[in-house]
């Protein structure tokens, strides 16, 4: 698995009318099931007057995904919106599209459209973010090497996050996972142990 991702940074929504059915597309960053499913409770009391909250996420732990069609024909709503997901490859993100019913169907392949175009809108309007990945490593620093602690800086691949100063000088980094070999590597050249 890579230790970098990208995800949306915050919420975004989209509304478009198709065949006087209106469709709101909501996007937004997500960690786990549970947060999801209370985000959606309070969307469905939002919204309450509308006939559909169709939904899916991905999350980044266990590269898991849900969708769900909510009461629409199977596979018109929940699959569509996850593969907008997929197509912006995103982690760690949901989208709700709500619908309210105009009266006009639109058929099994006019949903899914309608679906995935909403979702995948509404993804265009969103601001992204990368994330990485980071190991926390915690490294020995006498006083005669601070100078050279300073240099194994490097974001977003080398982040210091705590100076610890005493008996022992302890330095605490993120290091992104695959940068983790190279920064020890660095390590045994400068002569810097790890606590």
Not at 88 to 117: F, M, P
Not at 159 to 166: D, M
Not at 170 to 182: H, N, T
């Amino acid at each position: 698995m890579s230790d970098h991702y990208r995800t949306l940074a915050t919420r975004a929504e989209h509304r478009v009318k198709i065949e006087r059915s209106e469709f709101l597309g909501i996007a937004f960053p997500v960690t786990s099931e549970e947060q999801f499913f209370e985000e959606l409770e309070q969307m469905q009391k939002r919204w309450f007057d509308a006939t559909h909250h169709c939904w899916a996420f991905r999350l980044l732990a266990e590269n898991r995904a849900r969708s769900s069609d909510a009461g629409e024909p199977s596979g018109t709503a929940g699959k569509p919106i996850l593969a907008a997901i997929e197509g912006a490859d995103l982690h760690d993100a949901a989208v709700v599209v709500v619908r309210w019913y105009g009266g006009i169907k639109l058929g099994t392949g006019g949903l899914s459209r309608a679906y995935r175009e909403t979702a995948a809108e509404t993804l265009r309007t969103a601001d992204v973010v990368d994330r990485y990945l980071y190991e926390r490593l915690n490294v020995i620093v006498p006083f005669d090497a601070l100078g050279n602690v300073y240099r194994l800086i490097h974001p977003p691949d080398v982040l210091l996050v705590a100076e610890e100063y005493g008996e022992e000088n302890v330095f605490a980094f993120d290091v992104r996972e695959s940068a983790v070999d190279a920064f020890k590597l660095r390590l045994r050249e400068l002569r810097l142990t790890l606590r």
